[in-house]
């Protein structure tokens, strides 16, 4: 892993948002994995900023998202889908057909989740996938204990990880217990890896990513293994370290 320090939330979105315009320049026909949650906000409002200043084009971009909550439909204003439209989609020229998320209200969740796998791979695989983390080291949503092997599944979610996205919701119980998530093997099959890594509630995170071993018990410990992953983190989330 190479690894990125930088001062806060906000030199880290603009150092990420730097490095995914870059590619996007490099390769305008790129297949770009996202995330969403609080960690990438700051990175695409970077982006459309950019997109309006110097009009980068994402006409032959492509986008899969890691995932999205089982029970929420497109119109949930706590779906993935919408927060990928509000906080990126709607101010760039990325064409809606290139867009992916996994549907969380398909009656039959184990064809979507093949379907997902299936169109990730038929596209070549993802060239550059933007990953947050959580706080107990899931990456997209596998949970700590999630095989090393998984392709797109469904999964139940964490405690912590309800708890800690209560925020977006009214209360915790409206949280869903499920989602719909590209697998560890999805992701670290992608060709390149953003890790982005901000404040003092990923401490522990960090030093367990930096310190510890490579477990399915720590999901994130995997992309130690991955040839070619860039983790930016700021120095509220290394204070554990140092
Ligand atoms: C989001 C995702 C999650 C988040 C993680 C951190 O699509 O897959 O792994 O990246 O839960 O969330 P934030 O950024 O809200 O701390």
């Known amino acids: 892993m190479k690894i990125i320090e930088v001062k806060d939330y906000q030199e880290m979105s603009q150092a990420a948002a730097e490095y995914i315009i870059k590619k996007i320049n490099q390769s ?14 700051g990175v695409y409002e970077h982006l459309i900023e950019d997109h309006k200043r110097n009009g980068t084009s994402y006409a032959h971009v492509t986008s899969f998202n890691l995932d999205e909550y089982i029970g929420l439909s497109k119109e949930d204003h706590n779906s993935y889908y919408q927060y990928m439209y509000e906080n990126l989609f709607k101010h760039i020229n990325i064409n809606p057909s290139s867009t992916n998320i996994p549907s969380g209200v398909n009656s039959d969740l184990q064809a979507e989740c093949a379907e997902y796998e299936r169109k990730i791979q038929q596209h070549g695989g993802i060239d550059l996938q933007l990953l947050g983390i959580g706080s107990n080291g899931h990456i997209g949503f596998n949970e700590p204990g999630t095989s ?12 912590s990880t309800r708890e800690a996205n209560a925020r977006y919701f009214d209360n915790l119980e409206e949280v869903p217990t499920q989602a719909i998530t590209m697998g560890i ?6 060709k390149e890896i953003l890790l982005l890594v901000s404040g003092k509630a990923k401490q522990d995170a960090v030093v367990k990513l930096f310190n510890g071993d490579v477990s399915e018990s720590f999901p994130a410990s995997i992309l130690k293994e991955h040839q070619n992953t860039t983790v930016i983190v700021d120095e ?3 204070n554990g370290i140092k």
Do not use: M, R
């Open 236 to 238: 509220e989330a290394l």
């Open 28 to 41: 305008p026909n790129l297949t770009l994995g996202l995330a969403t949650g609080g960690t990438p906000k």
């Open 148 to 159: 090393f092997q998984s392709k797109t599944h469904v999964v139940d979610l964490a405690p």
């Open 185 to 190: 093997n999805t992701i670290v099959k992608s």
